[in-house]
């Protein structure tokens, strides 16, 4: 049985701006960009980056407990009560797991390699298991006893907007009535260090589509939330997905196709899907990255779609820094409160804005983006009711995400 709206519940989240739903609208909402700090690495190369205070965490009792797994606990206990609900509701074997992360046991893998070449031999205890990509998705499964698929996705930083649109098609296609979906990751050190190599990391706080932007903030980051087939009991704002874009341009490993052909068609994809013009979204999340060639790219995949209208838009990870395999999950989060917060607003929207210098790149199409200094009045009286998300991966992995809210009717 196919499913027309798949129903969103209310997201548990945790990244440097912000360790829970409210805090980390209140960092969005006013351009904070307090969480991006300098972050240094055991080699004591220092970089910009948008690191989770251990503070924030506690042992995750994973079967494998690390840093990620301690990061997405902090995201899962939020929506706890949701989970079980769903188990409840549907029975634990309808209830699947679709989560992304580039990680994959990095912290034990590190830790064991550098017994391996000093000793000779790896650490006691030590399992290959602990490096696999999948353990995100198994720790979810295993903390709850869910019977229903359980499924990793890496597809760099689109991995967790990449699980959100399988967990979709789960439910439409009758394999699961409910699936956790989202992602986690982490800014290890052999992240930052590799993003350095590529000359893509930022000696500043991110800037995005700025004519002075340089590069990426890395972050650490998990976003969660459940997927069903049936609206959540008790909610007043139902918000849904309601239709979703992906392309594969395979233009090259790590540069984006300079043209935003493929982007583009991930953000006409999900507009067709949904059966709305353009006209429609009343705010889109932008990849944003910092990065010259990202920025450029996207900027132009924009206008390619969106013609002249002049959507409001925001990078968020001017505060959260970029979360890669959690990214698409913690926006869909943002793209989720936006929606809330804005549903009976009768007065002027408010936006996840963009911290930046505000000087905007000329060389690109000019964006209409969301900042403390705009004014409300650019954006006239229409409710915001649709909001689209984007992210775009190495080696051309795109989606684009589209969120609605409706009342809930009995």
Known sequence: MAYKNIFMSRPGLICAAGSSFSRLWDSVSTARQDGIIPVQTAGGKSFWAAHIPDEWLEPSAARYDMRITRIEKKAIDQIEDIIEGAKKRYGKERVAVCAGSCDNG????????????????????????????????????????LGGPALAFSTACS?????????????????????????????????????DA??????????????????ISLGDGAAFFVLAKEPF????????????????????V???????DGAAAAMQKALDAAGIPPERIGYLNL????????????????????????????????????TLGAAGALEAAICY??????????????????????????????LNIRDRSSSPAQDGAHPLRYCMSNSFAFGGANVSLIFSSEKETQ
């Open 337 to 366: 409160a936006a929606l809330v917060h804005n549903y009976d607003s009768a007065g002027p929207l408010s936006y996840p804005l963009q911290a930046w210098d505000g000087v905007q790149d000329e060389a690109l199409p000019q």
């Open 159 to 195: 991995s967790s907007a990449s699980a959100v649109v399988k967990a979709a098609e789960l439910i439409r296609a009758g394999i699961a009535d409910a699936v956790v979906t989202g992602g986690a990751d982490i800014a290890s050190d052999t992240v930052l260090l590799g993003f």
């Open 254 to 260: 790590t540069s984006p196709e300079p043209t935003g």
């Open 287 to 322: 990849h944003g990255t910092g990065t010259k060639l990202n920025d450029s790219m996207e900027a132009a995949a924009v206008r390619k779609v969106f013609g002249d209208y002049t959507v409001p838009c925001s990078s968020t990870k001017s505060e959260t820094g970029h």
């Open 198 to 215: 590529l000359e893509a990391v930022s000696p500043e706080p991110v800037n995005p589509f700025s004519k002075n932007r340089k590069g």
């Open 233 to 252: 009991p008790g909610e007043d704002c139902t918000i849904s997905l309601a239709a979703y874009g992906e392309s594969a341009d395979a233009y090259h």
């Open 106 to 145: 990095s912290e034990f893998s590190v830790a064991a390699h550098r017994s391996y070449f000093s000793a000779g031999s790896f650490p006691g205890g030590y399992e290959l298991e602990m490096q696999g990509a999948g353990y995100v998705a198994a720790y979810i499964q295993e903390r709850f006893d």
